[in-house]
């Protein structure tokens, strides 16, 4: 599976958006962007998912750029139980019948009041 | 929908003693699950691919003695950590592949097991 790269950390205030990037330039075409998140103590949850397009769900946003070289996670408005760490995967497939997901360090978001 | 049930959330046990982890896949057939490990402050790591009816593939440097992997049915997955000892102790969590896109993998709430 393609490595992907994210920043150690980040900050965000509470209300306003966290824009979580990840670098994942050797993506091959047949990979899907997973976002994962993993309070402290619990295991990963599910958040998106994407292969090319643009995703939205219940939780977040999901931007691909054209070249599918990097993403980026947004959380339209941040409360402080997003605190987490983050997790941005790639990988062929999306079922489980594909391999296992092989995590890196994430990002550790803090929101702050 | 797809939930992994995973239990007990936390074990203390004495070295040398094992500890049975159970993973279930409440509403959906796992034909694999996963086990991962974590250690404070670092990711998660994989330790074993468990395929139901079969043997797990084990990661290089987990050792499938000490390891015990079951996946006897398409809904449970049990690892065993025999012998455990004070470095056995750790985060130990399960996923289920569920082979349905937005639920492609689903996470168990973790083990958090200390062996004194």
């Known amino acids: 599976d393609a490595k992907t790269t994210q920043p150690t950390s980040m900050d965000c205030a509470e209300g306003r958006a966290a824009n979580l990037p990840c670098n994942h330039s050797t993506i091959s075409g047949n990979e899907y962007v997973y976002w994962y998140r993993q309070i402290h103590s619990q295991g990963p949850q599910y958040i998106i998912h994407g292969l090319k397009n643009n995703e939205t769900n219940e939780m977040a946003s999901l931007i691909i750029t054209e070249d599918r070289k990097s993403s980026t996670l947004i959380l339209p408005h941040a409360t402080l139980r997003d605190t987490a760490v983050y997790y941005c995967?790639?990988?062929?497939?999306?079922?489980?019948?594909?391999?296992?997901?092989?995590f890196g360090k994430g990002t550790k978001l803090s929101v702050k009041p | 929908g797809a939930v992994v049930s995973q239990h007990p959330s936390w074990v203390i046990c004495k070295s040398g003693t094992s500890v049975k982890i159970e993973c279930r896949s409440l509403?959906?057939?796992?034909?694999?699950m996963f086990w991962y490990r974590q250690f404070p402050k670092q990711s998660l790591m994989l330790m074993a691919t468990?395929?139901?009816?079969?043997?797990?593939?084990?990661e290089q440097g987990v050792e499938k003695d000490k390891f015990l992997i079951n996946h006897a049915s398409l809904t449970l997955s049990t690892l065993t950590v025999t012998s455990a000892h004070p470095e056995d102790s750790s985060f130990y969590i399960c996923?289920?592949?569920?082979?349905?896109?937005?639920?492609?993998?689903?996470f168990g709430s973790g083990t958090r097991l200390t062996v004194v």
């Open positions: 996923s289920a592949g569920t082979g349905r896109g937005r639920y492609g993998y689903t």
């Open positions: 509403d959906f057939q796992a034909t694999t």
């Open positions: 995967i790639v990988r062929v497939g999306y079922g489980g019948s594909q391999g296992n997901l092989i």
């Open positions: 468990s395929n139901e009816g079969s043997k797990a593939t084990y």
